[in-house]
T-cell receptor, first 115, second 115 residues
């Protein structure tokens, strides 16, 4: 079984400040980790992923995430938040073994960047 | 670039009616996933298909069925609709072959409202 935990339902940050959205995961095999962003009434947009390699991965719109195997975490970060970053963020995991493994999503974190 | 196409975008049905949602994956993607996202909920995996065969099954009700056709498009059939089926239904596609990059690409979703 695989699972994802996003401990914060809501994160508020002032524009220009750094932001962190937390995620921890559980998976049997090697984790494939993802962050997706969802704007109201829209689909899920891919931000970044960790499959293998460097623990720090960079993605779209200046976001990055750090894979920490010992802490089974994959926190999303951005050095300087923008008001336009306000959205719902989902962390997701899939088991890297085998094929056609589905994504399991966390419960989502609503990020609000205050002007 | 071509994206995942879902139709219809919006659908209103009454209880006990049937509904069919369609998904056209990104060209050359061989795997399709269906997710259900209720109001304020994270996306829940329903079912997936790889090379036109069901590859995994999640929390899909027995009233629902799905298939992937020879052109790789997929349809989700929902019968005896209930009020609780009102949700945003996402389709996602990926390539599980040599071009596998791990992430799923999501459509904009089909919003089903059951009255």
């Amino acid at each position: 079984a695989q699972s994802v935990a996003q401990p914060e339902d809501q994160v508020n940050v002032a524009e220009g400040n750094p932001l962190t959205v937390k995620c921890t995961y559980s998976v049997s095999g090697n984790p494939y980790l993802f962050w997706y962003v969802q704007y109201p009434n829209r689909g899920l947009q891919f931000l970044l992923k960790y499959i293998t390699g460097d623990n720090l991965v960079k993605g779209s719109y200046g976001f990055e995430a750090e894979f920490n195997k010992s802490q089974t975490s994959f926190h999303l970060k951005k050095p300087s938040a923008l008001v336009s970053d306000s959205a719902l963020y989902f962390c997701a995991v899939r088991d890297g073994r085998g094929s056609a493994r589905q994504l399991t999503f966390g419960s989502g974190t609503q990020l609000t960047v205050l002007p | 670039a071509a994206g995942v196409i879902q139709s219809p975008r919006h659908l209103i049905k009454e209880k006990r009616e049937t509904a069919t949602l369609k998904c056209y994956p990104i060209p050359r993607h061989d795997t399709v996933y269906w997710y259900q996202q209720g109001p304020g909920q994270d996306p829940q995996f329903l079912i997936s298909f790889y090379e036109k065969m069901q590859s995994d099954k999640g929390s899909i009700p027995d009233r629902f069925s799905a298939q992937q056709f020879s052109d790789y498009h997929s349809e989700l059939n929902m019968s005896s609709l209930e009020l609780g089926d009102s949700a945003l239904y996402f389709c996602a596609s990926t390539s599980e072959g040599a071009r596998n990059t791990g992430e799923l690409f999501f459509g904009e979703g089909s919003r089903l409202t059951v009255l």
